[in-house]
């Protein structure tokens, strides 16, 4: 795939444009997704329609080349025998693949930096979705934290490692330079050590249980946009990694999940809200999902947001719908502690979140996403193929860039 920025004065003839449709932001991605999915021909984009301030259009133009890199994104089987040889980090650009279509974004505006700002935050949303889509045997813990390490190294940021009870916790750090409080994202990834005779049966439960792996992915890759475009902000990424071994869970076939593996994340995302408060992180931002009691509630498309500060809530899902991410907040208040027995067992995702924020330090803010749901396309459509869709990273890049001022994080 090419996009390029072109003036409008450079031609007066046009022979195949595209005119956004802005009556909405879900409409303009699935307009723009749709385009994407085609993955070839020369297409060219008119900005100049609609009356749009220039910081409008540099918004806009974001959103359309996230959305065009989305639609079509294709995972690239062929290239996993790369593996042999060399890391995932190494070959994440091969693994990826978004044809061979052809983009100019035509405007009387200089929008240049736009598009190459839009561009890189589209190709981390990518690596991200590769990461999540590998088969199981080709990706596990020691090879998820030295991707971790490796891109750390790229970026030219500090990176830990240790491992405790058997989980894999990397961190990493980015300093802006000033002395205010960091946002701490939070991720993690289950790997399962399987049997060669029950790959296939795990494999063909992929899109239940992907998100397992690419929990920890995701937060990488909005590290990686925000280190990369020098954000004003400090952040830590703290990411942990375990395996739960096929002997260790209760396989059930019905409902394609590993329940030892749901109880072990808790634990996972206790502990790294920890970690992340004993390194100075003020703000906590944790993708993951502990049930799936918020798919079940809200479907394959809406991220569910719990925090512990109402208007913390509202800002992100105002961010993540101003991007064409749905999101929805959901009750976490002390009564859930209270709750008799029968009661829990209905609201369990309220209940569990309710004890995770006991973890919280006076001052610190979080924001839980349950985005079990969004996180994987559990089939092709008009829109994006099957497999990890790398859910909600545009919106908590944009949510640490754009919502959270030095003022709020002292």
């Not at 444009?17 to 385009?35: D, M, N, T």
């Not at 035509?106 to 979705?129: M, Q, Y």
């Not at 839980?368 to 908590?396: C, F, Q």
Request: some cysteine.
């Amino acid at each position: 795939m090419e996009i390029t920025y072109m003036e409008q004065s450079e031609s007066a003839v046009w022979e195949d444009f595209v005119i956004p449709r802005y009556a909405s932001i879900p409409a303009l991605c699935r307009q723009f997704k749709q385009l994407g999915r085609k993955r070839r021909g020369c297409h060219c984009i008119f900005m100049d329609t609609g009356g749009l301030s220039f910081q409008r259009k540099r918004e806009l133009v974001k959103v359309i080349i996230r959305c065009l890199y989305q639609g079509a994104y294709h995972f690239c089987e062929n290239a996993l025998e790369e593996l042999e040889t060399a890391t995932v980090y190494q070959c994440r650009d091969r693994l990826c693949d978004y044809g061979d279509g052809i983009f100019y974004i035509i405007s009387s505006e200089n929008l240049l930096s736009a598009v190459t700002e839009g561009k890189r935050e589209a190709v981390c949303i990518g690596h991200a979705r590769t990461l999540g889509n590998l088969p199981f045997r080709h990706i596990n813990v020691e090879k998820m934290a030295r991707y971790a390490e490796e891109l750390a190294e790229s970026l030219g940021v500090p990176c830990d490692s240790v491992k405790e009870a058997g989980v894999r916790t990397v961190t990493l750090h980015y300093n802006c330079g000033s002395c205010m409080g960091a946002v701490a994202l939070i991720g993690r990834s289950i790997f399962y050590g399987i049997e060669e005779e029950l790959y296939h049966a795990y494999h063909d439960a992929q899109e239940d249980i992907c998100f397992d792996l690419c929990g920890a992915a995701d937060m990488l890759s909005v590290f990686e946009i925000l280190a990369g475009s020098k954000t004003g902000k400090n952040i830590i990424a703290v990411l942990s990694f375990t395996e739960t071994a096929s002997d260790e869970g209760v396989w059930d076939r019905r409902q394609n999940k590993l329940c030892a593996a749901r109880r072990k994340s808790r634990i996972m995302l206790a502990d790294a809200m920890v970690r992340a408060q004993n390194m100075g992180a003020v703000w906590l931002i944790d993708l993951s999902s502990l049930t799936y009691a918020c798919r079940a509630e809200y479907g394959d498309f809406v991220t569910g947001i719990f925090s512990n500060d109402k208007e913390t809530g509202e800002r992100f899902r105002f961010t993540a719908q101003g991007l064409g991410e749905p999101a929805f907040a959901l009750p976490l208040d002390h009564i859930y502690h209270e709750l008799p027995w029968p009661e829990c067992r209905k609201k369990h995702l309220s209940v569990a979140l309710a004890f995770q924020r006991n973890i919280l330090r006076k001052g610190v803010r979080w924001i839980h996403l349950d985005a079990a749901g969004p996180s994987v396309n559990r089939e092709d459509t008009l829109y994006m193929e099957k497999g990890a869709s790398g859910a909600d990273i545009a919106a908590i890049a944009a949510f640490v860039e754009k919502e959270l001022p030095g003022e709020f994080m002292m």
